[in-house]
């Protein structure tokens, strides 16, 4: 029997309504859980997200060398302009990455609070470098 029967991403945050909603549009998913401070999503091939509010929370400072990225999002896309299109249409603009090395073409946003996600076209199979 398995123990683990689901998993989900929570991200903290100071407006986990906002942050919710914005990724809720992108995901084209729904609202499965809310309560005062926190929101869950699902989108229709179950990929699920939960932002939990953190009235202490602070936008990470990546890609600034001062703090190590710890933890983003990825979503492999099939049309990575349209993708952008998207991103760019719900408010959200690129972040300078500046390692995008090698043959995968991918793309870096923050989110609404601060996360950064990255839209690529297909699984990364190399380590992160640096």
């Known amino acids: 029997m398995t123990l683990v029967t689901a998993g989900v991403l929570v991200l903290?945050?100071?407006e986990p309504e906002k942050l919710a909603?914005?990724?809720k549009e992108l995901l084209e998913a729904e609202e499965t859980d809310v309560t005062a401070n926190r929101v869950e999503?699902?989108?229709a091939d179950g990929t699920r997200l939960a932002f939990r509010r953190d009235v202490n929370a602070t936008p990470p400072s990546w890609p600034r060398p001062e703090n190590s990225l710890q933890t983003h999002l990825e979503f492999v896309v099939g049309d990575l302009d349209a993708a952008e299109r998207r991103v760019?249409?719900?408010?959200?603009?690129?972040?300078d990455t500046k390692d995008s090395i090698g043959p995968v073409e991918?793309?870096?946003y923050a989110d609404p609070a601060g996360h950064s996600f990255t839209l690529?076209?297909?699984l990364p199979t190399a380590p992160k470098q640096g």
Request: glycine share 8%; proline share 4%.
């Open 106 to 108: 991918e793309r870096g």
């Open 88 to 95: 760019v249409s719900l408010g959200r603009r690129p972040i």
């Open 12 to 14: 903290d945050c100071a």
């Open 21 to 23: 909603h914005f990724y």
């Open 120 to 122: 690529r076209r297909v």
């Open 41 to 43: 999503i699902r989108n």
